[in-house]
């Protein structure tokens, strides 16, 4: 039987190809990586350009130096590159002569043949706690960027990534506040960031913050979800929880609400060490294809609504010399570039579409529906979580095939079910905090019809696996505009299905 969530992720990272123009200009559409080097099998870094440029809809990628055999293999791909300035370098270019030999030396022999998007001054600096780097970050973020201006290098922008660790709390959201000595560095440094215009960096990642009865809500599956009531604000997922505490820092900190937010990192890894909570790959695909299509949405979180987030995946490649099994496993691709989300489907080379005279083996029909012990108040919430998230609520609601009975129990089925198979039919899709069962016994009545896979839903998928596998030919002739738009109408589509 087709795994098709595995499948899906799989297929709209190698099946989805468009003409490098067009992916470069599709910021809405767009997303970026971290490409680490921590191993001693990966490929070199002019294979691993053009891999991204004829294979990804990967734009733009993260560097942890400034390593110039990748800035010269990125040369003319359209994909951007942000390079960073180690911890260890950070307090000698806080001078600005020192800091324009390091543009002079890093910077201009490359760009813009090599889009340099962000310099980054240190990684999570305030993480690892060196007092010395810590005092010479800001310093010398002002004298690279100065430098910068002086090269009349204005499109490119400083940064500096944090860790959440430099929140003291964080749940429920209206809580969040930066630890007291972190709140010192990080006002001139928002200070900065709102004078020149550019990025405040966080590496938000749910998988060190979840507990096994939050996993649920961690990975964006159905869960009990957080209401903030301070603020009024339901919350389904960890991440929007993580991104709202930080935001509601900001603006106690001195109002900074308005200072754009990046996400430098953020993963989770497909293995680790045995009983190692959380850590398989169906945990590292829901989270890592959700928060894809989350921040490409527009829907932003509760408290900043309508945005997108610039985002960098972590990470490109399983890494082999890390120092544990989960640190190694990050990697949304193996060396050998073969994905590690490896799920042949249809009997088909994995990376490749079925051919078109396929078609998938008949399954056994089943429903999703609530448990006879489930209380209407834990049916409300999968109902809330489920309309929250797209799945289409019409027929429930007054005037629709399905509002009578007007129940929550009767509603919730027809929602839970409706979730069930537009999320890929897996056990865990009808799981609901325990609150979900699957039937083989169709629960349609009267004008109310269930959805259910193996008939229109899945002519549906078809259409759009058929639609993706042709999606090159069918550019052809476009505008760049046009193909932007017809790109990511198929990545809406394909995550929206997993």
């Known amino acids: 039987m087709e795994k098709t969530p595995l499948f899906l992720l799989f297929f709209s990272l190698h099946i989805l190809l468009a003409p490098s123009t067009a992916i470069a200009a ?43 055999d990748v800035l010269r293999a990125f040369a003319n791909t359209g994909i951007s590159v942000t390079v960073t300035v180690a911890n260890a370098d950070v307090p000698s270019l806080a001078k600005l002569p020192a800091a324009q030999a390091w543009i002079a030396n890093n910077i201009l022999p490359f ?12 990684n999570e600096v305030l993480y690892w706690k060196d007092k010395t780097v810590i005092a010479y970050t800001l310093p010398a973020m002002k ?24 929140l003291a709390a964080s749940e429920p959201p209206s809580t969040g506040m930066f630890r007291r000595f972190d709140a010192a560095i990080l006002r001139p440094i928002l200070d900065f960031h709102n004078r020149t215009k550019t990025p405040f960096m966080v590496n938000p990642y749910p998988f060190f913050g979840f507990r096994p009865e939050t996993l649920d809500y961690a990975v964006f599956r159905p869960n009990r979800g957080l209401y903030d009531k301070a603020t009024r604000k339901n919350y389904t997922n960890m991440f929007d929880e993580q991104m709202d505490a ?17 996400i430098a990192e953020t993963g989770w890894p497909s293995a680790g060490d045995p009983n190692q909570p959380g850590v398989s ?23 900043m609504p309508n945005r997108t987030f610039e985002t960098y995946i972590f990470a490109l490649f399983n890494e082999n010399l890390k120092a544990s099994v989960s640190e190694r496993n990050y990697g949304l691709f193996k060396p050998d570039f073969s994905p590690v989300y490896d ?6 080379t994995p990376g490749k579409a079925p051919p078109s005279g396929d078609s998938p083996a008949p399954a056994e029909k089943k429903w999703c529906v609530p448990r006879p012990e489930a209380s209407d108040e834990a049916l409300q919430r999968n109902l809330d979580y489920v309309c929250s998230l797209g799945v289409d609520c019409r027929p429930i609601q007054s005037g629709g095939p399905c509002f009578s009975p007007n129940t929550v129990r009767s509603h919730a089925s027809y929602a839970m079910n409706a979730y069930y198979q537009s999320h890929g039919r897996e056990v865990y899709n009808c799981d609901f905090e325990h609150t979900g069962v699957l039937t083989s016994s169709d629960p349609s009545y009267e004008t109310c019809s269930y959805p259910v896979e193996g008939s229109k839903m899945l002519e549906q998928k078809s259409v759009v696996k058929a639609a993706a596998s042709s999606v090159s030919a069918r550019l052809v002739g476009l505008t760049v505009q046009q193909m932007v738009v017809a790109t990511c109408f198929v990545v809406s589509v394909l995550f929206h299905l997993v």
């Open 143 to 166: 004298t690279l960027h100065h430098a910068l201006h002086l090269a009349n290098l204005t499109d490119i922008r400083v940064s500096t990534p944090h860790a959440l660790s430099f």
């Open 26 to 68: 599709a910021a809405s559409c767009s997303i970026g990586v971290n490409y680490g080097f921590w191993a001693d099998n990966l490929p070199p870094p002019a294979q691993v350009a053009a891999f991204l440029k004829t294979h990804t809809t990967i734009d733009r990628i993260k560097i942890f130096d400034a390593n110039p």
């Open 343 to 348: 799920a042949p489907a249809n009997g088909g």
């Open 246 to 262: 930080i935001y509601i820092a900001m603006k106690k900190l001195g109002n900074y609400e308005g200072v754009e937010i990046v």
């Open 111 to 122: 760009h813009p043949q090599t889009t340099i998007r962000y310099i980054l001054v240190g």
């Open 281 to 303: 790959l169906e945990n590292a695909l829901s989270y890592n294809g959700n928060v894809v299509k989350h921040v490409n949405s527009g829907k932003g979180t509760p408290l």
